[in-house]
C-alpha cells in the first residue's frame, strides 16, 4: 500500500515537471517568433536603405545613342570640379579627346567677301548685270578725272555709282563666251541704267564681242590690280586757305574716306558727286592729308600745298588685297 502511493506521487511530480518544461518551451518559442517578428521591418529597411545607397553611387551604362535620365555631377564638365574634368587636350595621350573645331576656327581665316568701309561694291561679291558701249571721246567724265591715256575705261551706273564712291574702282568683266576685260571706273551712267549694268568705252567692250553688238550679258567682279602707280593730290579750281577742294588719284583700291588735319584732330570731308572732297570754310586746306580705302588701310599724306588744279604726286599706295 504505501510503495504505490509513492510511485502515484512520483508520476504526478513527473507530470508536473513535464507541463512546466512545455510551457517554458512554448514561452521561450513566443519569445522568439516575436523576436523575429519584430526584426523583420528592420531588415526590410536596412535593405531599402542599402538599395537606395547603392543606387546614388553606381549607374548602369546608358546604351548607345543616349543619354542617361539623370547623369551624376562628374558626367557634366561643367559641374565638375576635378582638375581631370577640365584638362586640356594635352594631358591626354588619346587624339580622339581633343576639342572639336568648326571649319571655319581650324581653316585659315579670310578676309572677308564684304568690309565696313565699303559701299555697294563689295569685294570678293560677283554682280550680274549688262554691258553697253558709248563713244568716251578723250575719256574723261563724271569722275572728274581729266583725260585718261588708258581707254579701258566705264561708266557705272547711277546706283552703283553711289555718289561717286565708284570713282577710281577696277572692275574685272567676263562674258558667257569666255571673254574678259579690266576696267576702271572713270563715269556716270545715269538711269536708265540699271544697277549691275557698265557702260564701257567702245575699245574695252570691243575685248569683249564686237562692238556692233551693242548689248551684252555680263558678270562682274570688283579688283585690287597688281599694277598700278602712286597715289596723286589735286585742289580744286578756286581752292584757297578759306574753301578748298580735295580729289585723289590714281588710288588702287575704292576710296571710302578723305580726312584732313585741323585743329589737332582729323575731319572727314564730304564727298561730292563729281569726286571732289569738300572743306566748305577752309579747315585743313593745305594740311596734312589722310586716305582710307575700303579695306581700312590709312594712308597719311603731308606737304600737299594748296595749288588748284596741279597733279601732285605722293609717292604712296595702298596695299593689293
Known amino acids: 500500500m504505501h510503495e504505490t502511493t509513492r510511485q502515484a506521487a512520483r508520476q504526478r511530480r513527473r507530470r508536473r515537471r513535464l507541463m512546466v518544461g512545455t510551457t517554458t518551451g512554448l514561452a521561450v518559442t513566443g519569445l522568439l517568433v516575436c523576436l523575429v517578428m519584430a ?64 571649319p571655319s576656327s581650324a581653316s585659315p581665316r579670310k578676309a572677308p567677301a564684304t568690309t565696313p568701309l565699303a559701299g555697294r561694291i563689295r569685294p570678293k561679291v560677283t554682280y550680274p548685270g549688262v554691258a553697253t558701249v558709248y563713244k568716251a571721246g578723250v575719256g574723261d567724265g563724271a569722275c572728274s578725272y581729266g583725260p585718261s591715256s588708258d581707254m579701258m575705261i566705264a ?3 547711277t546706283t552703283d555709282y553711289q555718289t561717286s564712291r565708284a570713282c577710281g574702282a577696277y572692275v574685272r568683266v567676263h562674258t558667257a563666251n569666255g571673254n574678259s576685260v579690266t576696267v576702271r571706273i572713270t563715269n556716270e551712267c545715269p538711269l536708265p541704267c540699271a544697277p549691275g549694268q557698265l557702260d564701257l568705252s567702245e575699245q574695252a567692250f570691243a575685248k569683249l564681242v564686237p562692238v556692233s553688238t551693242g548689248r551684252v550679258a555680263i558678270t562682274w567682279t570688283l579688283l585690287s ?9 589735286r585742289y580744286k579750281n578756286g581752292s584757297s586757305p578759306y574753301w578748298c577742294g580735295i580729289q585723289a588719284i590714281g588710288h588702287r583700291n575704292p576710296l571710302a574716306r578723305l ?12 564727298r561730292t558727286d563729281y569726286n571732289y572732297f569738300l572743306s566748305p570754310d577752309g579747315s585743313g586746306c593745305g594740311s596734312a592729308i589722310r586716305l582710307t580705302d575700303i579695306y581700312g588701310e590709312r594712308l597719311t599724306i603731308n606737304g600737299i600745298a594748296v595749288r ?5 604726286s605722293t609717292g604712296v599706295q595702298f596695299a593689293r588685297h
Open 259 to 270: 580726312e584732313v588735319r585741323s585743329g589737332g584732330s582729323w575731319r572727314q570731308l564730304a
Open 308 to 312: 588748284p588744279d596741279v597733279v601732285q
Open 225 to 233: 590690280p597688281s599694277t598700278a602707280g602712286t597715289i596723286s593730290i
Open 155 to 157: 561708266a557705272m551706273n
Open 39 to 102: 526584426m523583420q521591418p528592420d531588415r526590410k529597411e536596412d535593405a531599402a536603405a542599402t538599395a537606395v545607397a547603392n543606387s546614388q553611387d553606381t549607374h548602369p551604362p546608358a546604351s548607345p545613342g543616349h543619354k542617361p535620365s539623370s547623369p551624376s555631377p562628374s558626367a557634366s564638365p561643367k559641374a565638375s570640379a576635378s582638375p581631370k574634368a577640365s584638362a586640356t587636350p594635352k594631358a591626354s595621350g588619346s587624339p580622339s579627346k581633343a576639342p572639336s573645331r568648326s
